[in-house]
């Protein structure tokens, strides 16, 4: 069965990195497009990145553009999320998620499968 399991996260302060991974397994990895989202106590879920099956064609949220880059292996079968000048407000459970097949830019609605969770804590 299809399964993501999250890698990565951690507590770092304000203006520091982290490199979040998701190993994809139960399905053709290669063929679908694939995304991150976030999730903070009190707020609704947000979408953060996603990715095309080639890796060629990225897409973000504003909040994130210019700080964060998503990438993809797909030997690996491994997602990527480089997050860098992390902010208080980006603190949050992150998740990967699986989008449609042959997707350019997937979204939230796209998503039908995703991994349990990594927490970042971004401290000021």
């Known amino acids: 069965q299809v399964q993501l399991g999250e890698s990565g996260g951690g507590s770092v302060q304000a203006g520091g990195s982290l490199r979040l991974s998701c190993r994809a397994s139960?399905?053709?990895?290669?063929?679908?497009?694939m995304g991150w989202i976030r999730k903070s106590p009190g707020k609704e879920r947000e979408w953060v990145a996603s990715?095309?099956?080639?890796?060629?064609?990225?897409s973000y949220t504003d909040s994130v553009k210019g700080r964060f880059t998503i990438s993809r292996d797909n030997e690996k079968r491994t997602l990527y999320l480089q997050m860098n000048s992390l902010k208080s407000e980006d603190t949050a459970m992150y998740y990967c998620?699986?989008?449609?097949?042959?997707?350019?830019?997937?979204?939230?609605?796209?998503?039908?499968?995703w991994g349990q969770g990594t927490q970042v804590t971004v401290s000021p």
């Open positions: 998620a699986r989008g449609g097949i042959f997707q350019d830019v997937c979204n939230s609605p796209d998503f039908d499968y």
């Open positions: 139960g399905y053709d990895y290669s063929l679908y497009c």
């Open positions: 990715i095309d099956r080639y890796g060629g064609i990225t």
